[in-house]
Nanobody
């Protein structure tokens, strides 16, 4: 059983930076990749970024490319999302999730952390 806990959200002014973290617990943690998603009020959940647990393959939502950076620490079983040049439209609950295969859906999800960007 895998549990994911996000942290690091908060309130920041437009143009500012924030780093959110995703910590995994469980005896065995070896997913194919870990993804960050976000959901704003009244909107669909959307993919933001992902990173493979082995190797250095990353993928980003086009609108965050160049502003956000995903990284991981395998020893700490943690994944981070560094968010720079934040915009009000980045306001959302940010959630992390894992999947065991590139062909499967994300099956373990955290509760999320709120990120609010003021204009």
């Amino acid at each position: 059983q895998v549990q994911l806990v996000e942290s690091g959200g908060g309130l920041v002014q437009a143009g500012g930076s924030l780093r959110v973290s995703c910590a995994a617990s469980g005896r065995t943690f070896s997913p194919y990749d870990v993804g960050w998603f976000r959901q704003a009020p009244g909107k669909e959940r959307e993919f933001v970024a992902s990173i493979t647990w082995r190797g250095d393959s990353t993928t980003y939502l086009q609108s965050v490319q160049g502003r956000f950076s995903i990284s991981r620490d395998n020893a700490k079983k943690s994944v981070y999302l560094q968010m720079n040049s934040l915009k009000p439209e980045d306001t959302a609950v940010y959630l992390c999730a894992t999947r065991m295969s590139p062909l499967s859906g994300y099956d373990y999800w955290g509760q999320g952390t709120q990120v609010t960007v003021s204009s």
